[in-house]
């Protein structure tokens, strides 16, 4: 394959930057652009040895470097490849680059890099999908679940269906193919309920895929509750800094303010909304249809009374808008004596919190809550094995013929028609892992991709 060559760091300023060469001639490019100090030749640097010298372009020298050469097909792309690590100037590494592509390297695409140790059998679709993830990682449980599928958690798991599939589909052809040996009749009920293990698998693939997308986009939270009960205070505090106006005036939060919170492992995308109450002024009665708005489409709503006085019309006009089992019921003030009635919500709410938004205190009840509401035990962060619409299509796909499949049988029609809809679920699977696969679709997944990866 051509020779490809990128700087592989941030376009920014730092201690090191690399320049990444990896292609046929990489080691090639190398040893035009770089010279060691001990007089040792480029060329017969085993893999995975560093040596110490200068870059140079044409006899012009550029910077001391550190030169580490990787052999086929032990390293990151499967092809020959040649890092150097130079001081981290813009200016130098840039140099650096253009002296590869002068010296017999072509400029690496998006995700050039990753695209080939693809295409070289390093790793399988999945797997290059979920170096993007590791890269965009912004906490734990999202690293957890970008490790888990760099590991082949998504691949292994799509094989073992897949792998049942053939077996069943070889099954079906060698009976259908050759009616007069003395095959076994492959029996409508075996057939069933090995597809319907597949399905099971199957689906429990698709479902774990929301558990993902909570932690990947986050939770839609809202705050909501009557003017001045603390809600702009409450989102400052969980946001961390002053973003919503905070004020004692009633109905000064008119718009939706929005931010993404992070509570442990969690990722809120959390809702300011105006004071939900009845009101003669048609700006603010805007911003109170907005909230409810806000309200019914949120994932979870945190519902904010203040424990200092008692629950009041706009109070209870609230409560009936609002679900046990996405809500949570905030007491908040509970720096000043308790006034409200607390066994109204008791009733209404399985969630119920105690917090001072003011001297923010009871906030990781929020969290515990939110926890249980969503159902994220740990243990999902390593089970999530479906990280994107591609590849939940892929399966849902699967899952659709194997579905058609299974009534086929049930309605006593040929195992022809049966063997078609087997094949097309097989050929989603192979896709999802990326051994039988278009250009697009492959064009489609490392355009996400960085430069240099
Ligand atoms: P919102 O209308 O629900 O957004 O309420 P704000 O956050 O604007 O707060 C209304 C008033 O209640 C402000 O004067 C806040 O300082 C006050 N407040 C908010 N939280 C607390 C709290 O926990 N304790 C006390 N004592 N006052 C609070
Ligand atoms: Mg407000």
Known sequence: MSTVAAISTPNAVGGIAVIRISGDDAIGVAERIFTPFRGKNVGDMNGYTCAYGTAHDSGERIDDCILTVFRAPHSYTGEDTAEISCHGGLFVSRKILQAALRHGAVT??????????FLNGKIDLTQAESVMDIISAKGDAELKMAENLRSGAAFRAAKKCSDSLLRILSGLAAWTDYPDEDIPEVEPDNLLSELLKIKNDLFSLVKNYDSGRIIREGVSTAIVGRPNVGKSTLFNCLSGFQRSIVTDIAGT?????????????????????????????????I???????????????????????????????????????NSIAVINKTDKNIALNEEVLKKHFIHIVYISAKENTGINNIQTAVSEIIGLRPEIFSTVTVANERQKMCIENALDSVNQAVNAIECGELLDAVNVLLDDAEQKLLELTGEKITDAVVDEVFSRFCVGK
Do not use: Q, Y
Request: charged share 35%; with cysteine; proline share 1%.
């Open 253 to 285: 939060t008119r718009d939706v303010i929005e931010e993404t919170v992070r509570l442990g492992d969690i990722t809120l995308r959390l809702a300011d909304t105006a004071g939900i109450h009845l009101t003669d002024d048609v700006v603010e009665e």
């Open 287 to 325: 911003g109170v249809e907005i909230a409810r708005k806000t309200l019914e489409s949120a994932e979870i709503v945190i519902a904010v009374f203040d424990g200092s006085c008692p629950l009041t019309t706009d109070d209870f006009e609230l409560i009936s808008r609002l679900k046990s089992e």
């Open 108 to 117: 690496a695409e998006a995700g050039e890099f990753t695209r080939r140790a």
